[in-house]
């Protein structure tokens, strides 16, 4: 059974700064392309940062470009978000989702299964 464990979310002021983990079971996590997406109150879903299989080529949305940072161990099958310098609007649960050629299409990419999510609140 392919399971994706967010962890990391929390409530910081602006400015600060979280690390997001994903661990992934059950499928071969090294084959995969991964990508994180968040989800504000109120809103649809948002990419926000995709990482290749090997780990050498990633992209961001211009929202947090310079300030996100996605990587991965592939030993350790496990996805990481580095967040610097949050602002307010990146309030959000963020899911770690795993790319696949069916499900739910978002930004760039098509996701075939998502983990549940870990809150990020920032404050002013």
């Known amino acids: 059974e392919v399971q994706l464990v967010e962890s990391g979310g929390g409530e910081v002021q602006s400015g600060g700064s979280l690390r997001l983990s994903c661990a992934a079971s059950?499928?071969?996590?090294?084959?995969?392309?991964m990508s994180w997406v968040r989800q504000a109150p109120g809103k649809g879903p948002e990419w926000v940062s995709h990482?290749?299989?090997?780990?050498?080529?990633?992209s961001y949305a211009d929202s947090v470009k310079g300030r996100f940072t996605i990587s991965r161990d592939n030993a350790k099958n496990t996805l990481y978000l580095r967040m610097n310098n949050l602002k307010p609007e990146d309030t959000a649960l963020y899911y770690c989702?795993?790319?696949?050629?069916?499900?739910?299409?978002?930004?760039?990419?098509?996701?075939?299964?998502w983990g549940l999510g870990t809150q990020v609140t920032v404050s002013s």
């Open positions: 059950g499928f071969a996590f090294s084959s995969y392309d």
């Open positions: 989702a795993r790319l696949g050629p069916s499900g739910l299409r978002v930004g760039p990419y098509q996701y075939d299964y």
């Open positions: 990482i290749n299989v090997g780990g050498i080529s990633t």
